[in-house]
């Protein structure tokens, strides 16, 4: 489950974004920071940079919940490209956080179907790129898993290790898997 982040959950978050397992694996790819955070001070600050970003219509940072405890055990930001790509339509930038004791393809995996149900429709784009570095073997094996192909070249993004999703994947995957 996931909400739009709160103030409330800089303690929560904290243990995600001082996670030494964690940090490399976040994507701060344009960003002023490494998302290296020590103390609630920081997170906190953090927390109120995305919430002015997200009054601002800059892009939306979600907590992800963990179901049993409701806490915050990471983040997902999003947001869509402005212009669009031809042969591809208007791309959305996902970012996904999370704790690293969860940091495994079923978790990963169960994330992102449930970004894919609404993100397209929601945010009105026609693709989805996320990173994911070539050591983050659970990451990439659940994007891989969930339909994700890894972007070749610089066409789409100027950074390295990306992949991409379009709707057209995901319905055709859906397609193959109900019949």
Same mark, same amino acid.
């Given at each position: 489950m996931y909400r739009l982040v709160q103030e409330e959950d800089a303690e929560d978050l904290l243990e995600c974004y001082s996670d030494a397992a964690s940090i490399p694996l976040f994507n701060s790819d344009n960003c002023n920071n490494d998302f290296n955070f020590q103390t609630i001070e920081e997170m906190s600050g953090c927390i109120r940079f995305w919430l002015d970003e997200y009054a601002g219509h800059g892009y939306v940072r979600f907590s992800i919940l963990e179901k049993n405890s409701d806490k915050a055990v990471g983040t997902v930001e999003f947001f869509?490209? %402005? &212009?669009? /790509? &031809?042969?591809?339509? $208007?791309?959305g930038v996902l970012r996904l956080d999370l704790i690293s004791r969860l940091e495994n393809e079923g978790v990963l995996t169960e994330i992102l179907s449930m970004i894919e149900k609404e993100f397209y429709d929601c945010f009105r784009v026609d693709a989805m790129i996320t990173k994911a570095i070539p050591t983050a073997e659970q990451r990439i094996s659940a994007l891989l898993n969930s339909g994700y192909s890894k972007i070749v070249g610089n066409a789409l993004v100027s950074f390295n290790d990306y992949y991409m999703i379009s709707r057209?994947? /995901?319905? &055709?995957? %859906?397609? #193959? $898997?109900? #019949?």
């Amino acid at each position: 489950m996931y909400r739009l982040v709160q103030e409330e959950d800089a303690e929560d978050l904290l243990e995600c974004y001082s996670d030494a397992a964690s940090i490399p694996l976040f994507n701060s790819d344009n960003c002023n920071n490494d998302f290296n955070f020590q103390t609630i001070e920081e997170m906190s600050g953090c927390i109120r940079f995305w919430l002015d970003e997200y009054a601002g219509h800059g892009y939306v940072r979600f907590s992800i919940l963990e179901k049993n405890s409701d806490k915050a055990v990471g983040t997902v930001e999003f947001f869509a490209r %402005n &212009e669009s /790509v &031809e042969g591809v339509g $208007l791309i959305g930038v996902l970012r996904l956080d999370l704790i690293s004791r969860l940091e495994n393809e079923g978790v990963l995996t169960e994330i992102l179907s449930m970004i894919e149900k609404e993100f397209y429709d929601c945010f009105r784009v026609d693709a989805m790129i996320t990173k994911a570095i070539p050591t983050a073997e659970q990451r990439i094996s659940a994007l891989l898993n969930s339909g994700y192909s890894k972007i070749v070249g610089n066409a789409l993004v100027s950074f390295n290790d990306y992949y991409m999703i379009s709707r057209a994947a /995901v319905q &055709e995957y %859906n397609r #193959k $898997l109900h #019949k």
